[in-house]
């Protein structure tokens, strides 16, 4: 088909063919189907509906003649949403009534394998191609319709566009539908920004023109998650404990820059303070991340009568005995109540724990002793219960666990505080920036924080701000002389009369000035 067919061909039928499979688009669907740009980019949220718009429309271009269609992303797993669709349509009901039962040539959808591939009696057909599989003689064919999906996920975009995929759309002057959720401006995988350029040069509407002087448009559509109607979930919920700069990527459908630290409202000259003497019965709280290649991280804090978290001692070290660091978190918390420390020397036998306990009932150390460690390592755990450090496994749901720490921090009146001789955790309040994670298909996982030297400590402040935090009971003295009310003042105030100014008849009164 020529250029000009197939498009006047694609806009007579799209719009009946999607009322008879019941296909209402939602509006940033709809504004991709109507426009006639021959680029059209979707940066939109997680579960915004960007799947099913590239399969719906890849369905009408292989209705209408002798069309290819290609779904190409980094892997077959980042092709398979978008075949999923084209799949059940192709080989619904609907299709064997209008065009024949014998209308489908082959269809195999094997995710599995990567052989992913629909043909019809026509001669339209469509297919899978992962880039890290495919053979550069699958790159051999002309197509009429290009859907990237996933863009932000392909690892050098331009370099693939420019010199693979560009040239199989110039012959029949094919379409493109760049369909995914952003990944930053400029991600480590995507040092040119192509992704992000492209949807920019769609949102200003710009016209190129290539050598044979066509016109090459662009359009773009961004579109938060929830205005798909099949997206369930608060939003506003989900803002509430979502750092913000992931909920805009992955819910607004945004281009963030994930740079600088991650805490960005820790404010040194506001949230570190000088130490002080700590109530001998506050709360403590207490936390480990084991680390990687021997690193060892402790974190020490205590609560307040109005819940603010102090954190007063840190401990970062490379030794790897479970019984050096045993002996000395138990000398760290014996030196802070002004107790005897005794060294431990075997397992099960810790001959601190009882004087700690004791003093922790007169309120001369604390009642409440938690200690959080890395669920990821088991066998820390069980070591250090060995040890006389009692424990449990840590919450380590890591972006709730960074809002919590956020939201101590944010505003007039924070509620974590980080006293001075806790250097190695500052730096990395400072320090600790953004990663990405890949899954094993290839795909980024949300966002995590960078596996730099910074992680441990902050890793172990967020176990103690996702724990029980409880305030502490204020135990001290209270003066129980009460204050006279008025009527005893008034008394005194009469002198040996013992009446009340109000009982006397005017010659006491008389008398008594």
Known sequence: MSPEARREAVHAIKWQWFALNGYEPHSGQRDIHISTARFRNTNAGTRGGKSRLAGEEAVVYLLVGPTRVWLVGQTYAMCEKEFRYIYERMTSPLMMEKFGSD???????????????????????????????????????????????????????????????????????????????????????????????????????????????????????????????????????????????????????????FSGAIFESFIKNVHVINPFPIPLHWNRYESIDPGNSGEFCWLAGETGYDNSLYITDEYFTNKTLFMDHANEIWYRRMRDYGLTFTRIREQFKNPNFDLYKKMGAINKAPRITQLAIDPEDPQCQQELSSWGLSNYKANNDVHIGIDRVENRFRGENPRLYITSNNTHLIDALENHTWGEKYRNDGIVDVRKPANDKYKHACDCLRYICMSSLNSSIDVTPKNTYDEPTLFEIMMQETGRMGKHPYDMTAYERRIRR
């Open 103 to 257: 209308c489908i040539v082959k269809a195999t959808f094997d995710d599995k394998g990567g052989n992913m591939t629909i043909r019809t009696k026509w001669g339209s057909e469509v297919k899978c191609i992962s880039l890290d599989k495919a053979d550069t003689s699958a790159f051999g064919d002309e197509v009429d319709l290009l859907i990237l999906c996933e863009p932000a996920q392909i690892k050098h975009p331009k370099k693939v566009y420019e010199q693979i995929l560009f040239g199989r759309l110039t012959s029949r002057l094919g379409d493109m539908i760049c369909n995914g959720t952003p990944s930053g401006k400029a991600p480590p995988h995507d040092p040119d920004g192509w992704f992000y350029n492209m949807c920019i040069k769609g949102l200003e509407g710009t016209v190129e023109h290539d050598s044979e002087g066509n016109d090459i448009t662009y359009y773009t559509r961004s579109f938060p998650s929830w205005e798909n109607p099949d997206f369930k979930d608060d939003p506003y919920w989900i803002r509430s404990w979502m750092n913000p700069k992931i909920f805009a990527e992955q819910y607004e459908g945004q281009f963030v820059t």
